[in-house]
């Protein structure tokens, strides 16, 4: 099995505070890694570090994407390679409907892959516009996100649960290489974990693999991971299989920090 995502040694910052502190991590072509940890660990920070986010910065280490370092490459074009993140807080766009907004980051990826931009020939235009409606409406229904969706603005009143399954649909529709979760099962009722974790795991294939942030165990459920790790104080400490995660569901984190302080402290 070939690598996909290798992380050495990651150190970053934000604001000139130290948050990731070695961070090793290694994900093959189509597995499934859970992370977890305590608040404040700096789960968040390494999703959007693996992003390219401007305002977290790189101080040592590398970030191989298939085999390449993606360290000083802009967010676009990590997307481009097959990059995604759903955000533990998604934002609103106000004045960008929800369809203008899916067909411009679609187009802005295609562009970024082939060189040609989709919008500005018109016959590719007319033709990818329909193409498109009709597999956003496909994947809208199988999310169970209402038609009317589409003409409302980016995540603008969405309940909590609407917008984590606006990042699904955004996920879905982008088809990413390497999907990153930040806790899209928070604030989720049953019916809609299942329609998300059903999202996710109708992405998998041999070729894809995704990253999963999340506090509860419950996920894991629907989402069967083949690793969970612990990250605690900026590095993991701590990596196991699905199992992992029902002793930290059972136990806490009590243990960790007493069996592993030193690694916790390093
Ligand atoms: N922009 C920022 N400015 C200052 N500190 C920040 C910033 N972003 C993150 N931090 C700090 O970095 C640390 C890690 O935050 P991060 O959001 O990565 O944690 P987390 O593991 O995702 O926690 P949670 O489980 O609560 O989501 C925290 O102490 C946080 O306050
Ligand atoms: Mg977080």
Redesign the pocket.
């Known amino acids: 099995m070939s690598n996909l995502l290798e992380i050495k040694n990651l150190h970053a910052e ?2 000139g ?1 130290q ?1 990731l502190k070695g961070l090793n991590l290694t994900i093959n072509k189509g597995e499934i890694h859970a992370i977890m ?12 570090v693996l992003m390219g986010h401007p ?2 910065e790189v101080t040592e280490g590398e970030i191989l994407f298939n085999g390449e370092n993606i360290v000083e490459m802009e967010t676009d074009e990590r997307a481009a390679l097959g990059l995604f993140l759903a955000f ?1 807080y998604p934002h609103q766009i106000s004045g960008v409907t929800l369809f203008n907004f899916m067909r411009s980051s679609l187009n802005s990826l295609e562009k970024k892959r082939t060189g040609i931009d989709p919008q500005k020939d018109k016959k590719l235009s007319s033709k990818s516009v329909l193409q498109f409606s009709k597999k956003l409406s496909a994947k809208m229904k199988e999310l169970g996100i209402d038609e009317s969706f589409q003409k409302r603005y980016v995540n603008e009143g969405f309940s909590g649960g609407e917008k984590k399954r606006a990042e699904i649909l955004q996920m879905a529709m982008l088809e990413p290489t390497l999907a990153i979760l ?2 899209t099962d928070s604030g989720l009722d049953i019916d809609a974990l299942k329609i998300v974790s059903d999202g996710v795991n109708r992405l998998a294939s041999p070729e894809r693999s995704a990253l999963v ?1 999340t ?1 509860y165990q419950r996920l894991l459920n629907y989402i069967k991971p083949d690793f969970v790790h612990v ?1 605690w104080n ?1 590095k993991i400490i701590l990596s196991g299989g699905p199992t992992l995660a029902l002793d930290l569901e059972d136990k806490g984190y009590d243990w960790v920090k007493e069996e592993y302080s030193e690694r916790i402290a390093a």
């Open positions: 934000v604001e505070k948050i940890g305590p608040n404040g660990s700096g789960k968040s920070t390494l999703s959007y305002s977290y533990q930040d806790e942030i506090h990250l900026g």
